[in-house]
């Protein structure tokens, strides 16, 4: 029975098996069918809408209906219908700066996972295997600390072995005791018991050596001070440097280090701390004394806040925070112009992990007088937190909690004797000591390889297959380039046995800036790693 056709129906396209009038060509039909249903879709055009029921197919057949918009995307799915734990396993395996800033410009759904914290959390936690950060923030930077992580991570990827090593052993001809890099790494200072300060342009490395040492600071016939020089700080352009002749002289960097001011003080000058607004200075002495640098500089303040001398010192808006062979640690408060804090490391008492060695917080005020079981040496803050190193190679960390420090670890980071410097940021850690090594790791909770009081089982001084510059052979350690051979609870960062071998009453430092690592061995060199970029 045949229908009558609808009001907007052809009657020529409904067809009938039972119709005895002949078959279309089929090619005709077949070019028909491709160039309507198989051909690809027109990206910017309007889709396709399904026929309306009351229009027939235009051939006969029940999978008439299949090709329609909804068919591809249910078959061929995308990107992001994958579930978020997939794609955060995808991107794990792109650069966290390509993430950042790349991803959020495809789509919203991108943009969305990646400024989500979590997603730079589950990230930071994969690469360190271990709680991260030490000190928890409730602000805390989570992309920025991924990529500096990561960073990291890769420019000492094989145990360094894309690093570039040079020894600059021409400059002192005494015990190097300090260093600083300035201007993004491209310059560095160096003090020494020569009582030079040394300008060095690392930009020379490897092109052209004769031009890696500038000049000595200073306009002395024979040296920079009266007495060794052994601290030096630095704001922008400016910097000061701190001798034993009891004086502080202040450099302009940006007018060929011509000198600018001086300071006459009483005692042999240990520590410095420079700010826009105050120069703090600690001395043998047992004071803490403050002075504006813009005014003469100008004396302002001075304090004895130790029975000892001052070894360390750290200054910020609100506090200046120094460390003292007396074992304590005091926090000054510069607003209300009094101590607000002395604070004391119990002795340990638990591990956490193996050779972790793990002290209870302890908190307590002037009047009660504690002490350190050791004294710190060395300090570096980034707020909220503050790490130090003490004279029995252990690594203390504080917390900044609303104004008030407390001690919230103690890590054995595997060191035998006196840390002596210490250079913390969001993804990396410093450390070196008297004890002939250097300790490169991510700024997570340090693990050793092995419980303290036991021999190490690796050294590398530097790794094999790295590119070393030597401009002489007078100060290269006697021991081989070895490969490392790691602890089981050791994450894979390598521990630096520095050429030139430390003195075991010379404090060493280190400085890192940029791609470049430059350590005051103790000896007559300044050991310097250029890393990849």
């Not at 690093?163 to 310059?187: K, N, P, R």
């Not at 060929?256 to 300071?263: A, M, N, T, V």
């Amino acid at each position: 029975m045949e229908l009558p056709p609808g009001p907007r129906e052809d009657p020529c396209a409904w067809e009938d098996d039972s119709d005895p009038e002949p078959e279309p060509d089929p090619d005709a039909q077949a070019e028909a069918y491709v160039s309507r249903v198989l051909s690809p879709p027109q990206f910017g055009l309007a889709p396709l809408r399904a026929p309306s029921l009351s229009a027939p197919a235009a051939f006969s057949g029940a999978p008439e209906p299949r090709p329609t918009s909804k068919g591809p995307s249910v078959q061929v799915p995308g990107l992001l219908s994958l579930p978020p734990e997939l794609l955060l396993e995808i991107c794990a395996y792109l650069d966290a700066r390509l993430v950042l800033h790349v991803l959020p410009r495809v789509c919203r759904a991108l943009r969305d996972l990646v400024r989500d914290h979590v997603t730079w959390r589950l990230r930071a936690q994969r690469r360190v295997r271990a709680p991260y950060p030490v000190v928890e923030e409730e602000d805390f930077d989570w992309p920025a600390a991924c990529i500096e992580l990561e960073q990291h991570l890769s420019r000492w990827a094989e145990d360094g072995r894309w690093a570039e090593y040079f020894c600059l052993a021409d400059g002192h001809f005494a015990s190097i005791d300090s260093v600083l890099l300035l201007q993004g790494g491209t310059l560095c200072l160096s003090g020494s018991r020569d009582r030079n300060v040394n300008l060095w342009d690392l930009r020379q490395l490897g092109v052209e050596p004769s031009r890696v040492l500038v000049k000595a600071l200073g306009t002395q016939k024979n040296s920079t001070h009266k007495g060794w020089v052994w601290s030096l700080a630095a704001l922008d352009h400016r910097v000061c440097s701190g001798s034993w002749d009891s004086t502080v002289k202040l450099w302009d960097m940006a007018a060929d280090g011509q000198q600018f001011g001086e300071i006459k003080g009483k005692a042999a000058v240990l520590c410095l701390s420079y700010r826009p607004d105050i120069l703090v200075t600690g001395t043998y002495d047992k004071k803490v004394t403050v002075y504006d640098p813009r005014a003469g500089p100008a004396l302002l303040k001075s304090r004895r806040l130790h029975s000892s001398a001052v070894l360390a010192l750290l200054a910020d808006d609100r506090h200046i925070i120094s460390g003292s062979e007396d074992h304590t640690l005091v926090v000054f408060d510069r607003r209300a112009n009094s101590v607000l804090q002395r604070l004391q490391v119990g002795p340990a008492q638990g591990l956490e992990g193996p050779g972790l060695h793990v002290a209870q917080p302890e908190l307590l005020y002037p009047s009660s007088l504690p002490q350190l079981d050791s004294y710190l040496l060395c300090m570096s803050y980034q707020e909220p937190q503050l790490w130090a190193g003490d004279n029995q190679g252990l690594l203390h960390v504080f917390a900044n909690r609303e104004g008030c420090f407390q001690l919230v670890r103690t890590f054995d980071v595997g060191h035998r004797s006196q840390i002596t410097g210490i250079k913390h940021s969001l993804g990396a850690l410093y450390t070196t000591s008297t004890d002939k090594t250097i300790r490169v790791r991510p700024s997570d909770r340090p693990r050793p390889p092995l419980a303290r009081n036991t021999p190490l089982d690796f050294t590398c001084c530097p790794p094999p297959g790295a590119r070393a510059h030597r401009p002489t052979m007078d100060h290269l350690h006697p021991k081989p380039p070895q490969r490392a051979k790691w602890g089981k609870a050791l994450p894979s960062m390598p521990c630096w046995l520095p050429r030139a071998p430390l003195s075991p009453h010379v404090p060493a430092q280190i400085c890192a800036e940029g791609n470049l690592v430059v350590a005051a061995s103790g000896g007559l060199s300044l050991e310097v790693w250029r890393l990849q970029a």
